[in-house]
């Protein structure tokens, strides 16, 4: 059976397991935890949701309000109604999608 390599802590001098996390003399960290793949794609997919539903939401109100520039009375009134629900459904599929994206992330955070 091969043993483990044997290094100094830099904290408190002690012989430590170079496997080890942290020193078990001082409680020293030695090395930090890394996120796995299944991390990473989770970090990768929650700032990518969050750009994508910023750049759609921002995006498709300037694109409403100038094509609302030309209608009148009603069509205008509507326009606006029905840009605004739109808008509020997009952010409430943001938020949601943010959170659950959130949660992922912390859950598959490096112990």
Same mark, same amino acid.
């Given at each position: 059976?091969?043993?483990?390599?044997?290094?100094?802590?830099?904290?408190?001098?002690?012989?430590?397991?170079?496997?080890?996390?942290?020193?078990?003399?001082?409680?020293?960290?030695?090395?930090?935890?890394?996120?796995?793949?299944?991390?990473? =794609?989770?970090?990768?997919?929650?700032?990518?949701?969050?750009?994508?539903?910023?750049?759609?939401?921002?995006?498709?109100?300037?694109?409403?309000?100038?094509?609302?520039?030309? =209608?009148?009375?009603?069509?205008?009134?509507?326009?606006?109604?029905?840009?605004?629900?739109?808008?509020?459904?997009?952010?409430?599929?943001?938020?949601?999608?943010?959170?659950? =994206?959130?949660?992922?992330?912390? =859950?598959?955070?490096?112990?």
């Amino acid at each position: 059976m091969a043993t483990a390599t044997m290094i100094e802590c830099p904290t408190c001098n002690q012989k430590v397991s170079t496997s080890a996390q942290s020193c078990p003399s001082c409680g020293a960290v030695l090395r930090k935890p890394k996120r796995g793949l299944f991390g990473k =794609l989770i970090i990768f997919a929650f700032w990518g949701f969050n750009i994508l539903m910023a750049v759609w939401i921002f995006g498709g109100a300037q694109n409403a309000a100038q094509q609302a520039e030309g =209608l009148t009375g009603a069509e205008a009134a509507g326009a606006a109604i029905g840009t605004g629900i739109g808008i509020a459904m997009l952010v409430a599929i943001w938020i949601v999608g943010a959170i659950i =994206l959130g949660i992922m992330a912390m =859950l598959t955070r490096p112990k």
